[in-house]
């Protein structure tokens, strides 16, 4: 979840206009609108994960807020999706910029970053982890479905697990918690950490990785990757970072100008 800015696209998208993410949600959810109504008539739920603790308090706040509203919203903080129940190291700094990469596999940007800004000084914590695949079958699959018929029903799911991915997409294809049919997620969109800067991969863990992760890669002309071949389940590869520090900024190139002539001004939207 980082700190819940994907959240906060799908409940409050009035203030992340342009975000990437939108054409999704309003494929399966309906536009911003129809998403109000579901989710003020205790219809569209949400859950997310986080491991760095550094950003708890924040999306304690949130949930708090959320829920205030009537809104389902649960995050389970300081918990790491996986491929099992139990405990991992978790490497973190407590910069916002540099924890964009923070994960349980030690990553070069994570230690240099203490070495010139001793305050940002590399950090290590046991952390939960949990079954995904377990929590789909159990929260997600066997769910009991709204009766309003608003929308259709529908599940999407975003997995950014700065490189775990490799061990928990094969898990929840396994489990049946991906492309089955008793349990079919409408879409899953998904980023790909194969950079060596970026992963720390050596030359056999990166050949690894890139073929344990084709089966789950869309084909070049947009086709079923082959993992959810003759199924309804969509696999997109998308990494959606406009408005990633939730601070008014959207990253986008084409606002790139105003925002800059507005930098003291921008500001982090209201909870609701």
Excluded at 100 to 118: D, F, V
Excluded at 171 to 180: Q, V
Excluded at 196 to 203: G, L, R
């Amino acid at each position: 979840s980082n700190i819940g800015v994907q959240l906060r696209k799908l409940y409050e998208p009035m203030h992340y206009p342009g975000n990437k993410v939108e054409p999704i949600f309003s494929r399966w959810f309906g536009p911003p609108t129809q998403r109000a109504r579901l989710a003020d008539a205790g219809e569209l739920c949400a859950f997310g994960f986080e491991a760095n603790p550094s950003h708890t308090p924040w999306l304690h706040r949130l949930e708090t807020a959320y829920r205030a509203r009537g809104w389902r919203v649960t995050l389970y903080t300081e918990t790491a999706a996986a491929e099992s129940n139990g405990t991992t190291t978790f490497f973190y700094t407590g910069d916002p910029w540099t924890d964009l990469s923070a994960s349980s596999r030690l990553i070069p940007t994570l230690a240099y970053k203490g070495i010139r800004h001793p305050q940002f000084a590399l950090k290590e914590v046991r952390t939960r982890t949990i079954d995904l695949a377990a929590f789909v079958r159990t929260h997600v699959c066997a769910r009991a479905l709204p009766a309003s018929g608003l929308m259709p029903p529908a599940v999407v799911a975003k997995l950014d697990v700065e490189g775990a991915e490799e061990r928990v997409l094969p898990h929840l294809l396994r489990e049946r918690a991906l492309c089955a049919p008793d349990c079919a997620l409408s879409e899953l969109y998904f980023e790909l950490h194969a950079a060596p800067q970026q992963s720390n991969f050596t030359a056999a863990e990166l050949r690894r990785y890139q073929l344990t992760m084709q089966p789950f890669k869309p084909t070049r002309k947009g086709g079923s990757p082959l993992a959810c071949k003759n199924t309804s389940t969509i696999l997109t590869l998308l990494d959606d970072e406009t408005y990633r520090f939730d601070n008014g900024r959207s990253g986008l190139k084409e606002n790139r100008a105003a925002e800059r002539a507005a930098r003291g001004s921008l500001h982090r939207p209201p909870l609701p």
